[in-house]
């Protein structure tokens, strides 16, 4: 299985300040299509993920531009420009080039 | 709008058979991919298995021995069944969609998820 890496673990940010977290995986993402198979979620307190991020940097319907992916490889990031209070939860990056399909420990996102 | 609801028991004993049901409506079945996803309590996400709108599946192999996911078209249904559960299959279990056209790995649809206790 490919293991997925987070860092930090846990984080605190002010309002209106950029925020951002790693994901490293085991092996290359990298598809023969030349396209980076890695997907970023966000699970907000009492619910279910919800797609932020699809293949490393293309942000899901409705997904504000203050998100953004980066990456290749085996290392990828999301960056928040700025944080805001609705952002709080727990964050998940997940690789989708081969199954099993395999998250992050998750990185939890709290408000200063 | 798509929505997606699982059902089932939220109790199962040790060594019987976990069984749930997610039903989709607002969207056909067919033509797309449907996964199981669970999250221990506490705990981070683990993928399960999926299966396509004609029966094909394909399953986490660390569940594969005891797993099998099928799908009812005529129902708009998927279900999941895990044989011989332990309390390490304690969990919250989500159904998703997976994304359409040519990138259909992600999940941008999920169910509100439903907690199941494996305890005697």
């Known amino acids: 299985d490919i293991v997925m890496t987070q860092s930090p673990l846990s984080l605190a940010v002010t309002p209106g300040e950029p925020a951002s977290i790693s994901c490293r995986s085991s092996?290359?993402?990298?598809?023969?299509?030349?396209?980076?198979?890695l997907d970023w979620y966000l699970q907000k307190p009492g619910q279910s993920p919800q797609l932020l991020i699809y293949?490393?940097?293309t942000r899901a319907s409705g997904v504000p531009d203050r998100f953004s992916g980066s990456g290749s490889g085996t290392d990828f990031t999301l960056k928040i420009s700025r944080v805001e209070a609705e952002d709080v939860g727990v964050y998940y990056c997940?690789?989708?080039?081969?199954?099993?399909?395999?998250f992050g420990q998750g990185t939890k996102l709290e408000i200063k | 709008q798509l929505q997606l609801r699982e059902s089932g028991p939220g109790l199962v004993k040790p060594s019987e058979t976990l069984s749930l049901t997610c039903t989709v409506s607002?969207?056909?079945?067919?033509?797309?991919?449907w996964s199981w996803i669970r999250q221990p309590p506490g705990r981070g996400l683990e993928w399960i298995g999926y299966?396509?709108?004609?029966?094909?599946?394909t399953y986490n192999p660390s569940l594969k021995s005891r797993l099998t996911i099928s799908v009812d078209t005529s129902k708009s249904q998927f279900s999941l069944r895990l044989r011989s559960v332990t309390a390490a299959d304690t969990a919250v279990y989500y159904c998703?969609?997976?994304?359409?056209?040519?990138?259909?790995?992600?999940?941008?649809?999920w169910g509100q998820g439903t907690l199941v206790t494996v305890s005697s």
């Open positions: 998703a969609r997976h994304h359409s056209g040519w990138y259909e790995e992600s999940f941008p649809y």
């Open positions: 607002g969207d056909s079945i067919s033509s797309y991919y």
């Open positions: 299966i396509f709108h004609t029966g094909s599946t």
């Open positions: 092996q290359r993402l990298l598809h023969r299509n030349g396209y980076n198979y």
């Open positions: 293949l490393t940097s």
């Open positions: 997940m690789q989708a080039l081969d199954t099993p399909y395999t």
